[in-house]
């Protein structure tokens, strides 16, 4: 370093730009890595780096890291939506009708997207209760805690429908 600096007296150093190295662009990728893709979702899930909040006051932000007692919530939640169906079919067979105005409104107009629709309704509700499960919901309820309030209802929902169908039995 000593070459690339001029020396006008003792007490006064100026750097000489032309000895100054210009820097090398080291990285291999030029793309940008901030940028979300199915390769860093993946990588995200299968090899999560922040597992917890960063700060304190971060508890309530998203993580690349969810409790596997979500994925099982999750799971339940949509298993029971599939028996929830099926159940609801063989229940509109036997005379009963449906209660929901917008699946009802489906079966009537577009029979054959009904399965599907609650389906994408259900596993979309899913997905938003995963993201929310760390966060407090209009600052009352946790979202976890309303994810296995839920999970229970829909419990409860499909062992009414097998009450409904002993009685017509």
């Known amino acids: 370093m000593k070459d690339s600096v001029i020396r006008t007296d003792e007490r006064t150093r100026v750097p ?4 100054v190295p210009s820097y090398i662009e080291r990285r291999v990728e030029k793309e940008d890595r901030r940028k979300t893709s199915l390769r860093s979702f993946l990588q995200g899930g299968l090899r999560p780096r922040r597992r917890g909040e ?3 006051s971060d508890s309530h932000l998203p993580i ?3 409790d596997p007692y979500l994925l099982l919530l999750a799971l339940l939640i949509l298993l029971l939506s599939i028996t929830d169906a099926f159940l609801t079919v063989t229940l509109l067979t036997d005379g009963a009708e449906e209660a929901n105005v917008l699946l009802a409104y ?3 107009e577009h029979p054959r997207l009904f399965a599907p629709i609650k389906m994408m309704l259900t596993g979309f509700g ?5 993201v929310l499960a760390r966060s407090r919901l209009f600052g009352i309820i946790s979202g976890r ?13 499909v062992a009414y429908e097998l009450w409904l ?5």
Do not use: C, E, I
Not at 16 to 19: G, I, N, S
Not at 148 to 153: I, P
Not at 165 to 169: A, F, G, R, Y
């Open 145 to 157: 805690l309303l994810f296995q309030v839920l999970a229970l209802a829909y419990l409860v929902l």
């Open 54 to 56: 960063r700060r304190a």
């Open 16 to 19: 000489d730009t032309k000895a």
């Open 64 to 66: 690349d890291w969810h």
């Open 106 to 108: 489906v079966l009537h």
């Open 126 to 130: 899913v997905v938003v209760l995963v």
């Open 165 to 169: 169908m002993s009685l017509m039995s």
